[in-house]
Every structure is written in structure tokens, then in C-alpha cells.
């Protein structure tokens, strides 16, 4: 069974910084891209940040682009997201989700249950 | 636009057929993948590629795509399908969602 386990959210003032990271099991996880998506309270889905098998390649979005990296260590199973310089508009739940990319297009098949990060002074 | 457009709020009667839209320019290169979320829970993924179903999502649930345009079809809505419901594409940047449609069910 897959599963993906957040980790590492809580309350952090402005200009403060955050290590989430995500436990995966149930599958070969150095196999696939991971993400991060997030999701603020009472809006939607937003995507944050994808990286390769290899960690080779890294993609985000650019409200987050020189702030926020995205790593993940295969040996440990494990992705990660430093967010650095965070602001109140970064608050939200922070879900892991491992992604398929292909010529065709890309879909989130499983996610985590999520780990909010609250900005606030 | 590389923005992903979706009509906010949709309501359907029980049994009946409902479709859900969703517009960008990058759909008219790549399927759109389709969430299902839940009040406090993750979303889920309900279908994928041109249309395909992850196991265990009912077959009530279809997708389809013409030009910039996909469309999530529930035919035959349930009660349980009430929900608020994602598009997502790939981009030449990543990935973006939809803003999101909230489906009532009558």
C-alpha cells in the first residue's frame, strides 16, 4: 500500500524558515517525480514544486522561486521542502504526492493527508 | 493563458448527469488529470489521460477533452459525489491547478 507521511509544519513568523518533509512507503520511490502542493485555508490547490527521480531536475512555481527548495534523499525514502523567507501568503497545507509525467501530460496518483504551516507574527 | 479556468459552483439532481469544464491553452497540448476533494480530506485522483480511472473510482466517472477544453462527466451523480473538484494540466513551467468547481448534489 502506498503512503506518504508529512511532516514538520506548525506556526513560524515572517522571514522565518521550515523544513517539511514526507515519508514514502509501498513503493520504489526512487522510481518516480515527487511534488508538493499546497492548498491555503478556504481556496484550492495550488503546485509548488516537482523533482526528478534523480533529483536532477527541480521545478516551482514562481511565487516561490528563490525561496523554497525541493530534495529528497532515495536512501531514506524521504522528500523534502525547505521554505525559507516564508510570508503570511505561504500559510497553508503543504500536501506530498507523487507524480507520473509523461509525453501526454502528468497526474498526482497519491497523496499525503497534508501539513499545515501557519506565518504568522 | 497559461491559466487553468473552471466555473466555481455546479449543482446537479441526484441520478442526473453533470458535466464540469475546465479551459486553458495548455490542455490543447496535454490531458488534463481530475481531483475530487472532500471537506478536511486530500484530494483524489479520478481520472487521468485521456480517460482512465484510478482502481476503485466508480465508472459513473468519465473525462474528455476538445481544442482547450476538458470536461469531467459524473453520469448518474450520487450523493457522495458532493465535493469540490480540481483540473490539473502540465505546463511548459510544471504544473497548474484549476480554481476548483464545487459540485451540490439535490
Known sequence: ?121 | SSELTQDPAVSVALGQTVRITCQGDSLRSYYASWYQQKPGQAPVLVIYGKNNRPSGIPDRFSGSSSGNTASLTITGAQAEDEADYYCNSRDSSGSRFGGGTKLTVL
Do not use: H
Open chain 1, 1 to 121: 500500500e502506498v503512503q506518504l507521511v508529512e511532516s514538520g509544519g506548525g506556526l513560524v513568523q515572517p522571514g522565518g524558515s521550515l523544513r517539511l518533509s514526507c515519508a514514502a512507503s509501498g513503493f520504489t520511490f526512487s522510481s518516480y517525480w515527487m511534488s508538493w502542493v499546497r492548498q491555503a485555508p478556504g481556496k484550492g490547490l495550488e503546485w509548488v514544486a516537482n523533482i526528478k527521480q534523480d533529483g536532477s531536475e527541480k521545478y516551482y512555481v514562481d511565487s516561490v522561486k528563490g525561496r523554497f527548495t525541493i530534495s529528497r534523499d532515495n536512501a531514506k525514502n524521504s522528500l523534502y521542502l525547505q521554505m525559507n523567507s516564508l510570508r503570511a501568503e505561504d500559510t497553508a497545507v503543504y500536501y506530498c504526492a507523487r507524480v507520473v509525467i509523461n509525453v501526454w501530460g502528468s497526474y498526482f496518483d497519491y497523496w499525503g493527508q497534508g501539513t499545515l504551516v501557519t506565518v504568522s507574527s
